[in-house]
């Protein structure tokens, strides 16, 4: 097998498990801090409706799954890869960034989230993911 071919199977990896890591915080957010009375988290208009009713404390858990889903991924990655491992840690945070700015776009947030969300979780935790290794 090629350098090549085993950094591609690498980042393919890294990105499903960063996407398993991110769903598991998702799911099991509610049961840490539950939402406010009503909301269904899983509804895009249940939350835009009761958005008023959301506090910070209910933005931590998105954030974790964010960042530990982005940091976990690209350390897989760079752990699995054979060379060029920085590149690769942030071709999965590019990725996970594209899929927070299409979230930011689809699901309500106040902007501060929005902010905190694209600047910090996903490009300096692949950065992170990629000195860990060393």
Do not use: C, Q
């Amino acid at each position: 097998m090629t350098n090549r071919s085993r950094n591609i199977i690498a980042l393919v990896v890294g990105i499903s498990i960063g996407m398993a890591v991110n769903m598991g915080i998702i799911m099991s957010s509610g049961m840490l801090i539950p939402p406010p009375e009503g909301v269904d988290v899983m509804d895009a208009a249940s939350i835009k409706a009761n958005l008023h009713l959301f506090e910070p404390k209910h933005f931590i858990m998105p954030f974790l799954a964010h960042a530990l889903g982005t940091l976990v991924g690209a350390l897989v990655a760079v752990m699995m890869s054979v060379n060029n491992h920085k590149k690769l840690a942030l071709y999965v945070g590019l990725f996970f960034l594209a899929g927070g700015v299409a979230a930011s776009a689809m699901i309500p947030a106040p902007v501060w989230f929005i902010a905190l969300d694209l600047v910090v979780a996903y490009l300096p935790m692949a950065w992170l993911a990629s000195k860990i290794k060393k």
